[in-house]
Nanobody
Framework: VQLQASGGGLVPTGNSLRLSCTASGGIFGFIVIGWFRQAPGSEREFVASITRSGVTTSYTESVKGRFTISRDSGKNTVYLQMNNLKPEDTAVYYC????????????WGQGTQVTVSS
């Protein structure tokens, strides 16, 4: 199974972007799918996650109220809707997945660049 992230781009402050993460083998093989980001010179950080059922979501504090994670099981895709973007959201965004019985995110997609201009 591979994860394919897309949807990044260059936007001005306050605009929106929607990132997509598509699982080639379907998302039901995973128990949690999440988004992480890494800014230049910084460590990779957790952004948001959603359980396979879609019932439980989690966000890092800095994006609460602005970002929304969702999934479309029919399209094997998890989305990250990002509103009111800020320059500090600039980073490479990665999607990743946890398999059942595993505590770590062991499957990673390639990154997609998000740049927010001030």
């Amino acid at each position: 199974v591979q994860l394919q992230a897309s949807g990044g781009g260059l936007v001005p402050t306050g605009n929106s972007l929607r990132l997509s993460c598509t699982a080639s083998g379907g998302i039901f093989g995973f128990i949690v799918i999440g988004w992480f980001r890494q800014a230049p010179g910084s460590e990779r950080e957790f952004v948001a996650s959603i359980t396979r059922s879609g019932v439980t979501t989690s966000y890092t504090e800095s994006v609460k109220g602005r970002f929304t994670i969702s999934r479309d099981s029919g399209k094997n895709t998890v989305y990250l809707q990002m509103n009111n973007l800020k320059p500090e959201d600039t980073a490479v965004y990665y999607c990743a997945a946890r398999r059942p019985g595993r505590n770590e995110f062991s499957v990673w997609g390639q990154g997609t660049q998000v740049t927010v201009s001030s």
